[in-house]
């Protein structure tokens, strides 16, 4: 169908066209698929919070490698192939055009698909970079940054070949999340190759910190935000049939969220040792997004004005109408856990999860099932299946989140509590750190309850949508006429945004501009400042061995239940010991220092037990700590140190600026074996079989033992 | 039903009519309401306390993240010492009346929780060493110098200081119950250390 308001006096030929249906439709299944996996994933992992003994005792279904997975596939996998799918429908009806180019959508969709079988095929193993969403391995970050370039030309292509002069708020959003996530990834992706496997990050401590955060809290934003508030802005207007509430107020949450979006990244660094200027930057940043996000939750809600009866019996605007109050919760709850103070107690604790919840599940997920349910009777020109099954769907669906957002809040609150509590002599009160793990575990059940409510809402709307495809028919595609684009669209008296409406290059390029300010004033001084971070000559490089039991840290996902970071405050340096400083990391390709406390911080693991407790504990956990939900490294006692990769591991390290001397690097297995002997020999003391010197366990624990010693035992930044 | 017909016409309200622009995407239509006053407001002062924030403490010399920790840890440091002046040193009397009050008993409890894992059941030993011989390397066998170690621990070599993680009176109910293993020879660790007669 054309316009309605061709004006009479347009000459030009009338140009007919279709739409590619095909590609929407590939992606709604890709979806849906890796939506139950994602969900699955996250179901298994909560239940292995809960008991330890769903780890399996293999190594590929432990915690530590299966929570990537389950993020990854949560994020790229699920809502990847919804953003694209809702993408492409709407994009080529906004525009009036066809995608680009047909091949480059199946390269694009089958790409993509491809990307994701090969994150399920290297996570599980242990192939990964250790940097939180960011974790697959250099051969998949390259092959995602070509896809997303395919996305882009084809989007972009659209746009050129567009029979719509200005483009609309929803493509605003699509803009802003090509461009910024397209450079998130390039930025915190670089790395130098090891192996085919293996590589290290080409940023170290603090600024691997920073570079890590800004990208991922922008994931959330360019990733889970805009993309949606674009979908939302075309699905509600559409299934409503209500116009947007105001024009206004898009374009002034659009820049606004776009602009500070971008800075508030450190204030997942709050009390680290990033340079204060840039946590208090954060913190201000995220205080002044919630207005901006709220313009989103606005917009859309007001655009329900009058058709509020609707919302109660139509699926499709019933979910989308929750996932915008969920939107809007999480946002608040944003903000306010960004204040340093809330932050304090909040940080490291399970009210994160739980905040990151309300945005996955009960914005993302609420509102892909809110479109597809509008989008799937439409692709497949059919009616729903069954809406009674959609009402059972949704109150699923909503009781399992609110279960799971309360248990983590009351999880989070009491354990952050019982962390700081400290009686008149100035002693913990609660010394040992199990204790408050043992406290919480009931919560770990409830959450655990609450997912799997949430995974079998989406079986069922997996089912309802099964159906309603089926019995849908196979027309062969509409057919549009329409004259191309004249000068009869131009608006000469037009606002300046309205003008910028119909310059969309012109458009990206401000938005990238944006988005550069914010991440040019925090991260550019991280790398070109001298003093940025002020060295302390007792840190030296780890040793060979330390190295490689690091690699081994970072395969099997420690650092996502473990922390490396001690803040500044008296119940954690109580606690840990020392709090951190900045120089204890220059040489940390990548960093470690997490961002949840599952169990207790290793910054100064060192020297804190004797290497057979490590042994012991890394065997069974409840041998040593009686309640432990610490999963077994049985396979660690088993699997022989590859000794060979040590020289090119400290070689690439020295190219990233460590200080290992050459010889170091051509006698790195001599005194690794050394190392390891020691370390081995002393285990023998009490009974341990002398061939665990070649196992890896060796490599884990002399990391361990590494681990804060050289500025925890100097006077450096002593009371 | 084909694509792109809409069945039902675009809902308005009556008051917005006016308000309503003349874009159509697809045949979605805006409206262009103000931004509410209440936003506009919560943005504002978003942004004034945003930046007077960042300006008291980046600029103006608010008290930083690191000086407001050293007085809070101060305090603690200060506390810690009173404790241990208090505490740190062994008292007979006090002692002898834990006893008396079912502190072998009690102690068992607390080592069970506290000291098993290393020094495992019955003291025979294991990472810590073996509680029930003659030898001792830190302490001397008597209660004295069993409450020495056990309050401060003997942290370079893997012993905590268990003044600062159990309450007073289980650090005594535990040398009250350590006291029972002595001359057991419970076979387990190699005897290590010094010997110590009775």
């Known amino acids: ?719 | 039903m084909s694509q792109g017909e809409e069945k039902e016409k675009l809902h308005v309200e009556e008051d917005e009519k006016h308000l309503l622009l003349d874009h159509n995407y697809d045949n979605i239509h805006e409206l262009n309401h103000p931004l509410p006053s209440w936003w506009n407001a919560i943005f504002l002062v978003s942004v004034i306390y945003g930046t007077a924030y960042f300006f008291y403490y980046q600029v103006f010399g608010g008290p930083t993240l690191k000086e407001e920790f050293h007085t809070e840890y101060g305090r603690v440091l200060a506390a810690q010492t009173e404790f241990k002046k208090l505490n740190g040193v062994f008292s007979q009397s006090f002692y002898d009346g834990i006893v008396k009050n079912d502190g072998v008993k009690k102690g068992e409890e607390v080592y069970e929780l506290n000291c098993m894992p290393c020094h495992m059941e019955n003291g025979k030993g294991d990472v810590g060493p073996n509680l029930t011989d003659k030898h001792w390397i830190v302490a001397k066998g008597n209660p004295d110098s069993i409450h020495h170690v056990v309050f401060h621990g003997s942290e370079a070599n893997g012993m905590p200081a268990w003044g600062e993680l159990i309450k007073k009176d289980e650090v005594y109910q535990a040398v009250a119950y350590v006291m029972t293993f002595r001359n057991t020879f419970v076979k387990g660790k190699e005897p290590q250390g010094e010997i110590v007669e009775d």
């Open chain 1, 1 to 719: 169908m054309s316009s309605p308001k061709i004006p009479t006096a347009r000459s030009g030929r009338v140009e007919s066209f279709s739409y590619d249906d095909e590609i929407v439709k590939l992606f709604v299944i890709a979806t849906m698929i890796w939506g139950v996996i994602a969900l699955l994933l996250g179901v298994t992992i909560a239940f292995q919070l809960a008991d330890w003994r769903v780890n399996l005792g293999l190594p590929w279904t432990t915690f530590g490698r299966l929570r990537p997975l389950h993020t990854n596939a949560a994020i790229f996998a699920f809502c990847g192939n919804a953003i694209f799918a809702g993408v492409y429908y709407s994009h080529q009806r906004l525009l009036r055009a066809r995608l680009f180019n047909d091949v480059l959508s199946r390269i694009h969709f089958w790409g993509w698909q491809l990307i994701i079988v090969s994150a399920a095929l290297t996570l599980p193993f242990g192939i990964t970079t250790g940097k939180e969403y960011a974790e697959l391995e250099w051969p998949i970050d390259i092959a995602i940054t070509l896809i997303w370039v395919i996305f882009a030309v084809n989007f972009f292509g659209t746009i050129v070949r567009r029979r719509e002069r200005h483009i609309y708020v929803a493509i605003w959003f699509y803009i802003a999340t090509i461009i910024t996530v397209a450079v998130l990834h390039i930025v915190n992706s670089l790395e130098i190759p090891v192996s085919l496997f293996k590589s290290y990050s080409l940023y170290a401590g603090v600024q691997d910190a920073l570079v890590q955060w800004w990208y991922g809290h922008n994931a959330v934003a360019f990733f889970l935000t805009t993309p949606f508030l674009g979908l939302m802005y075309y699905f509600i207007p559409k299934a409503a049939n209500r116009p947007v509430y105001s024009y206004r107020l898009s374009i002034i949450h659009f820049w606004s969220l776009v602009f500070i979006y971008i800075w508030a990244g450190p204030h997942h660094l709050l009390y680290t040792t990033l340079p204060e200027w840039a946590q208090t930057l954060g913190m201000v940043f995220s205080i002044m997004l919630w207005m901006p996000s709220w313009g989103g939750m606005i917009n859309g809600l007001m655009t329900l004005r009058g058709v509020w009866d609707k919302v109660r019996t139509e699926p499709s605007l019933r979910f989308m109408a929750t996932a915008l109050t969920f939107y809007g919760m999480a946002t608040f709850e944003g903000p306010l856990l960004s204040i340093k103070s809330v932050n304090a107690i909040a940080h490291f604790t399970d009210w994160i999860p739980g905040h990151v919840h309300s945005g996955t599940i009960g914005w993302n997920y609420m509102l892909i099932a809110g479109i597809f349910f509008y989008l799937v009777p439409k692709l497949w020109d059919t009616e729903l299946h069954s809406k009674k099954m959609a009402h059972q769907q949704f109150w699923l669906a909503t009781i399992g989140l609110v279960l799971y957002i309360i248990s983590m809040w009351v999880a989070g609150v009491t354990q952050s509590l019982m962390w700081r509590a400290m009686d008149d002599a100035g002693n913990l009160v609660y010394p040992n750190f199990i204790e408050t793990v043992v406290k919480i575990v009931p919560m770990y059940w409830i959450r655990a309850v609450g997912g799997t409510m949430i995974l079998i809402s989406f079986i069922l709307m997996m089912i309802n949508l099964y159906k309603t495809a089926k019995a849908g028919k196979k027309l062969a595609p509409v057919v549009y006429e329409s004259l191309p684009l004249d000068d009869s669209s131009l608006e000469p008296h037009a606002s300046v945004h309205r003008k910028l409406e119909g310059w969309p290059m012109i458009f990206a390029v401000l938005s990238l501009i944006a988005i550069l300010v914010g991440s040019g004033i925090e991260i550019i001084p991280s790398l070109v400042a001298d003093k940025y971070v002020v060295k302390v000559s007792t840190v030296k490089p780890y040793s060979p061995l330390e190295l490689y039991g690091r690699d081994i840290y970072i395969k099997e996902g420690c650092y996502l239940c473990h922390s490396q970071t001690v803040r500044p405050m008296a119940h954690e340096v109580v606690r840990y010991g020392k709090a951190s400083n900045a120089a204890e990391f220059v040489y940390d390709h990548p960093f470690q220092w997490g961002s949840k406390r599952t169990g207790p911080d290793l910054a100064r693991i060192g020297g804190k037990y004797p290497n057979m407790w490590h042994y012991k504990h890394f065997y069974d956990p409840r041998e040593v700590t009686q309640g432990s939900l610490m999963p077994q490294y049985t396979w660690l006692f088993n699997s022989k140190i590859d000794y060979k990769t040590l020289p090119k591991k400290l070689s690439v390290m020295k190219q990233l600026g460590v200080p290992y001397s050459e010889s170091e690097i051509t006698n790195a297995v001599a005194m690794a074996q050394a190392q390891a002997k020691t370390i081995s020999d002393d285990l023998a003391q009490s009974g341990v079989p002398v061939k665990v010197a070649e196992m890896d366990i060796i490599a884990l624990i002399a990391y361990m033992q590494r681990l804060g010693v050289d500025y925890g035992s100097s006077q450096e930044g002593e009371e």
